[in-house]
């Protein structure tokens, strides 16, 4: 690739990336139409617990480190200015609360190694469980398990996130939509990568059959990021100046597997794998339907950023809201771990 075209493509991809986080702090783009599905199931209440609220113990261990509570911070930045600062504050709200956080897309800064500082944040969080994440269309455009392993080395991560966006792709201009083949390319990660390899979508959700083929390939475990959150749709249309071009956007506003489906969906297909739900999670009650429903884990992504754009403390204590909120949920259902509470017969579907 020529120095000029190299250029014009770095410049394009920082920003789409400006453009990403401009629209998802400013703006409203949340689906049309469409839900988590979370809504539709609530707890039966148990007026007598018989247990003591501050014992409740909401820790697990997930790829060999302990979490003080089901949560992880989902990808959203990396590869321009801002979000240096926004993965730092993450990364230390993360630290002081002892959960796990994921980093935006890194192809950016494999393609420019000056970028990579902006995904860095060992600095701030030694201990947590670090995700790093490439977008997996990518093994069909020349990366292979070299750059994988350069994405993990670069921000000393536990394990890979493999992103599905074909959606979004083909939406953008420009985008990377050859997905042929990609399945045994991201077994070959799997198999030759040093560590867990976890897949996920972007927002529009994971399939029974998908899931299904991604166990065959041999991945660690999958995130579902269902439909009702983030609609990428929405920011990509938000994006083009072209009326067209918006229209399509438009027309799948309400597109994709609702998160509360999906999970049940992905936990069918992989009974014993860790299974992470994310997708409009937004409140601990959130987090306590997704365990319910099968889930091992919940990734939470905008209302985090938001407060984090603010300040770590901001960040923290929303995450402290949302850990409070799980807990309550739990000391009404009268469940004082989280292997009780997953698939608890005491949530039920509303009629």
């Known amino acids: 690739m020529s120095e000029s075209v190299l250029h014009a493509t770095k410049t394009a991809n920082g920003r789409r990336k400006e453009d990403h986080l401009r629209i998802a702090l400013s703006e409203e783009v949340g689906f049309k139409g469409r839900t988590t599905g979370l809504e539709d199931y609530y707890f039966v209440h148990r007026a007598l617990p018989e247990l003591d609220k501050e014992r409740i113990n909401l820790s697990l261990t997930l790829f060999g480190k302990s979490l003080s509570a089901p949560i992880v911070i989902s990808a959203m930045v990396g590869g321009i200015g801002a979000a240096a600062r926004l993965n730092r504050n993450l990364a230390s709200a993360a630290q002081s609360l002892g959960l796990a956080m994921a980093v935006g897309s890194q192809r950016c800064a494999i393609d420019d190694a000056s970028l990579s500082a902006s995904y860095q944040v060992r600095e701030v969080a030694p201990d947590i469980l670090l995700f790093a994440n490439l977008g997996a269309v990518q093994l069909n455009y020349g990366y292979g398990v070299h750059e994988c392993r350069r994405a993990v080395d670069m921000i ?24 042929s083949g990609l399945l045994d390319k991201i077994a070959r990660v799997c198999r030759e990568l040093p560590v867990p390899v976890v897949v996920k979508e972007v927002g529009w959700g994971i399939s029974e059959e998908v899931a299904k083929k991604l166990v065959q390939a041999g991945v660690s475990a999958i995130d579902t ?3 009702g959150g983030t609609c990428w749709s929405e920011v990509e249309r938000r994006r ?5 071009a918006s229209e399509i956007a438009a027309t799948f506003a309400c597109w994709g597997i609702p998160t509360a489906d999906s999970i049940q969906m992905v936990r069918r297909a992989m009974p014993g794998l860790p299974l992470i739900a994310s997708g409009g999670i937004r409140t601990g009650l959130d987090v306590a339907k997704a365990i319910a429903l099968g889930a091992d884990a919940a990734g939470i992504a905008t209302p985090l950023l938001k407060a984090a754009d603010e300040s770590a403390d901001a960040a923290t204590g929303e995450l402290l809201r949302i850990i409070e909120e799980l807990r309550l949920a739990m000391f009404c259902t009268g469940t004082a771990r989280l292997a009780e509470l997953k698939f608890s017969t005491l949530l039920r579907r509303k009629a």
Request: proline share 6%; net charge negative; no cysteine.
């Open 240 to 244: 083009t100046d072209s009326r067209a």
């Open 225 to 227: 990021a269902g439909s």
């Open 156 to 179: 000393a991560a536990d394990a890979l996130v493999l992103h599905l966006n074909p959606l979004q792709e083909a939406l953008q201009p420009m985008g990377n939509t050859d997905f």
